[in-house]
C-alpha cells in the first residue's frame, strides 16, 4: 500500500480530542483512537515526574507523517510531545484501503 503508519502521542486527557479532531477533519489521518489512563513516568529537567496522560494511536501513512508532525507540535501543549511512528507490516486489505482513502493526497 503507502507506507501506513500507526503514530503514538501522549498527552493530557483535556487536550485528547482537541488533537484528535483537526488531524481527522484535515485528513492528515484516517483514525485517532483514544486511550485514556496511562501512566507516564519519566525524566524531565532532572526531575523524575509522573503524569495520568492519554494515549493517541493515530492511523494515517508516511506520506503525511510531515504534515501531522507539525500539526501535533501546533496543538500539543507540552514542549517536548512524544510523537513515534512504527510502520504496519501487515493488515486487513480493505482496511487498509480505507485507511489511505481516507487521508488526503499530497
Excluded at 498527552?11 to 488531524?23: D, G, N, Q, R
Excluded at 515526574?49 to 504534515?67: A, G, H, P, S, Y
Excluded at 496543538?75 to 482496511?95: F, K, Q, R, S, W
Aim: hydrophobic share 45%.
Amino acid at each position: 500500500m503507502a507506507g501506513e503508519i500507526v503514530v503514538f502521542v501522549s498527552c493530557p486527557e483535556s487536550i485528547a480530542e482537541s488533537i484528535a479532531k483537526p488531524l481527522i477533519e484535515e485528513k492528515i489521518a484516517a483514525c485517532v483512537s483514544i486511550l485514556p489512563a496511562a501512566k507516564s513516568i519519566y525524566m524531565w529537567e532532572g526531575k523524575l515526574c509522573q503524569e495520568k496522560e492519554c494515549l493517541l494511536f493515530i492511523k494515517t501513512n508516511r506520506v503525511r507523517f510531515d504534515t501531522l508532525e507539525k500539526r501535533i507540535k501546533e496543538l500539543h501543549t507540552y514542549e517536548v510531545p512524544e510523537i513515534i511512528a512504527l510502520p504496519i507490516e501487515e493488515g486487513y486489505a480493505p482496511y487498509l484501503a480505507w485507511l489511505n482513502h481516507s487521508v488526503a493526497k499530497i
